[in-house]
């Protein structure tokens, strides 16, 4: 049901629900973006990624390399609801404005291909999804596909993704013959003719009305054993109302129980209609949500999404624009004006909103004002950076920002003339104001300019920003992975004494500490090792709480920087054991150096491993290439972990590390002709084989 979009700028936060498209690379969420706006009146003629016409790949590199790099937010209006959007990228280097985009979600669409059901960068998102407990309902998109098959994606679904799949549609034809859907919620058929904009409805046909009370019974029965209310009138009545099961779906969806599986094919706009009445039927609207929480100087305050309320506003996006720069919001509470003053409560200064723009990707229609639950972007904050916390002056808050993931790959960069090197700071200050996941130093050893991010392609991208929005002649090394250090095995009761006197007041801190290794998460999440976990078994008060305190501090500096090459410590446990003071020259600083010392001292005396980024790797090619593929991943120090046939196709999988991986794309498409694709995610760290020693100069 299309809505005027406009009639929509001040909508009540029950009207409104903030949403992500969720996916693996190439599963079809920007072509359900440009569908929902499509299918909603916001856009009057359907965008294609392969055309470079969709509004929300607005980017020329988006729309030259047929990927999504950045997320765009775009807003529409469906059944007297606004749906602000946020379409993210699919591709593993991009995973931290997946990352950010969650933080301001109320719920999310992940959607999966029918052929390929669950794929890696899929298991990924979804895991960050239910990090930040965020509802989602799946869509299983590509029906139209040679090989889909519904069922075997929900299969995967339930396998991979350790979740209760609620199918409440069966799919009308197989791939090309796929035509439209029986809604088992209220047996009716849907079919969308050829080229048509709107399904029609009708009776469920004879030939499938038994398979469709046979998958009806099916979802009666899961739902009834998830949900009390309905678990009552189903052993009342055997069977489940289409109200009872509509609103015990929602319950379910909202509290993460389980998940709402519909279908269809966006590119051939089958099936967005019921996925729209799926998002407003079931996704939480910014009032179902929990009320943010937030740190008010010691104290932790909720902040409810009442418009009436101070306001209170996180910042999840910056983006330069060829008119300025943009700050993207999402308004948890309060309301927020143009021309009103904010208070930036992590830089403590003050920040004027010049205007308010309703997104629509690259375009903006502006507003005068936005409420609790809106999700807007504000011209005229000059300095605030993704993560700050934008409030009322009076009533200060800060909410807590989106985790900003390390780096795995570094490139050096430097101007190719030296008069655009003022340029080419500026450029690199302004890109990672854009993206945070980036990251700029320069080399203490060398003097050169690194720049640091998530994957090849991520630096790729990059640096090609910087040459087409600068204008700059820009030259790069040879890409660099991010290595770490760990203990391979600990020492016990290192002994550390700072004595210092050199005139007036001295410093002294006695310390003993036990070292010893983490084991390494390899939870798919890219963290690697367990970073540090620091425990204190002093006891009959030898050491105040505050000297204990600056021990840890002192341990977490040790860490940046360990003795096989100056790379950070990770995966260590440190237990004070003992410890004791001066009546006049202990203080907490002696004992933070102390404790910095002392940890370094450790990692002297124990075994260091190196660890190296590794990722794992799904190469899809020909049977006929599968043997030179696999040589090629041994090659590369791969370990091979699955290989499946699916749709004439062979599916390789293998953990490789990310140093061997520079280049692979183009390898692999040559000993493929042209034919093989793959797709790669962090799995953690990993040691380096011949890289353990015991014995290591200090740095």
């Known amino acids: 049901m299309r809505t005027d979009l406009h009639r929509h700028d001040t909508d009540p936060p029950t009207a409104v629900r903030n949403v992500g498209i969720l996916a693996h690379v190439d599963a079809g969420k920007t072509t359900v973006t440009e569908r929902i706006l499509y299918a909603t009146g916001a856009t009057y003629k359907r ?16 729309r030259e390399r047929g990927i999504t790099i950045s997320a765009a937010a775009v807003s529409c209006a469906w059944d007297g609801h606004r749906i602000n959007l946020i379409d993210t990228p699919g591709h593993v280097d991009f995973a931290d404005e997946v990352e950010r985009s969650l933080r301001v979600l109320d719920g999310a669409i992940a959607v999966f291909d029918a052929v390929a059901g669950v794929e890696p960068q899929s298991e990924s998102v979804w895991r960050q999804a239910d990090r930040h407990g965020v509802p989602r309902i799946a869509f299983v998109n590509k029906l139209d596909r040679a090989g889909a098959d519904l069922d075997t994606a929900v299969e995967s679904m339930r396998r991979r993704l350790d979740t209760v799949p609620m199918v409440v549609q069966l799919p009308v034809g197989r791939e090309d013959a796929f035509t439209g859907v029986v809604d088992l919620i209220r047996l009716r058929l849907l079919v969308w003719r050829e080229g048509g904009d709107t399904y029609e409805e009708g009776p469920v046909p004879a030939e499938l009305l038994e398979e469709a009370r046979r998958r009806r019974r099916l979802l009666e029965e899961t739902v009834a054993q998830l949900h009390p209310g309905a678990l009552e009138e189903f052993c009342d009545g055997s069977a489940l109302s289409a109200a009872t099961l509509t609103a015990a779906l929602r319950d379910l969806t909202r509290s993460g129980e389980g998940v709402v599986v519909l279908c269809g094919s966006a590119y051939r706009n089958r099936g967005v209609e019921p996925l729209l009445d799926a998002v407003v039927a079931y996704l939480p609207s910014p009032l179902d949500v929990p009320a943010v929480r937030g740190a008010v100087g010691d104290d932790e305050q909720e902040r409810a999404c009442d418009p009436a309320a101070p306001l209170a506003a996180l910042v999840f996006k910056v983006q330069a624009t ?207 090792a367990a970073e540090f976990e620091f425990r204190s078994v002093v006891t009959g008060g030898r050491l105040p709480r505050d000297y204990v305190q600056a021990v840890e501090a002192g341990c977490r500096d040790a860490l940046s920087a360990g003795p096989l090459g100056g790379h950070r410590v990770t995966g260590v446990r440190v237990t004070l054991t003992d410890g004791s003071t001066h009546p006049k020259d202990s203080s907490p600083m002696a004992f933070r150096t102390a404790g910095r010392f002392a940890l370094r001292a450790a990692f002297r005396a124990s075994v260091m491993a190196l660890l190296e980024p590794v990722v794992e790797v799904t190469a899809t090619v020909a049977e006929d290439a599968v043997g030179g593929v696999l040589g090629d991943l041994a090659a590369r120090r791969g370990q091979i972990s699955a290989s499946a046939m699916r749709a004439g196709t062979a599916v390789v999988t293998a953990t490789v590390p990310l140093a061997e991986l520079f280049g692979y794309a183009s390898q692999l498409r040559g000993r493929t002709q042209g034919r093989g694709t793959f797709t790669s995610r962090a799995t953690g760290y990993a040691p380096v084989p011949g890289a353990v020693t015991d014995q290591v100069v200090s740095r």
């Open 322 to 528: 060829p008119r300025g720069r943009l700050t993207y919001l999402r308004v948890y509470s309060g309301t927020v004006h143009t021309g009103e003053a904010v208070w930036d409560a992590g830089a403590r200064r003050t920040e004027r909103i010049g205007r308010i723009l309703r997104v629509q990707a690259d375009r903006h229609t502006e507003v005068e004002h936005a409420v609790a639950g809106d999700i807007v972007a504000v011209a005229g904050v000059k300095t605030a950076r993704s993560g700050a916390t934008l409030c009322a002056p009076g009533a200060p808050v800060v909410l807590e920002p989106p985790t900003v993931a390390e780096p795995v790959v570094s490139v050096a960069v430097e101007a190719r003339r030296n008069a655009d090197t003022a340029r080419l700071v500026s450029a690199l200050a302004r890109l990672v104001e854009e993206d945070p996941s980036l990251v700029v130093r320069t080399d203490r050893e060398s003097g050169q300019t690194v720049l640091s991010g998530m994957g090849e392609l991520h630096l790729e991208v990059a640096v090609e920003k910087i040459r087409r929005a600068h204008g700059l002649e820009v030259g790069v090394g040879r890409p660099q992975v991010a290595y770490r250090e760990t203990v391979s095995r600990g020492v016990s009761g290192l002994v550390y004494r700072h004595v210092k006197q050199e005139g007036g007041a001295g410093q002294f801190a006695h310390v003993v500490l036990d070292v010893q290794p983490l084991p390494v998460a390899q939870d798919g999440t890219g963290d690697g």
């Open 47 to 62: 965008g294609e990624v392969h055309d470079g016409t969709t509004v929300t790949d607005f980017d020329v590199q988006e």
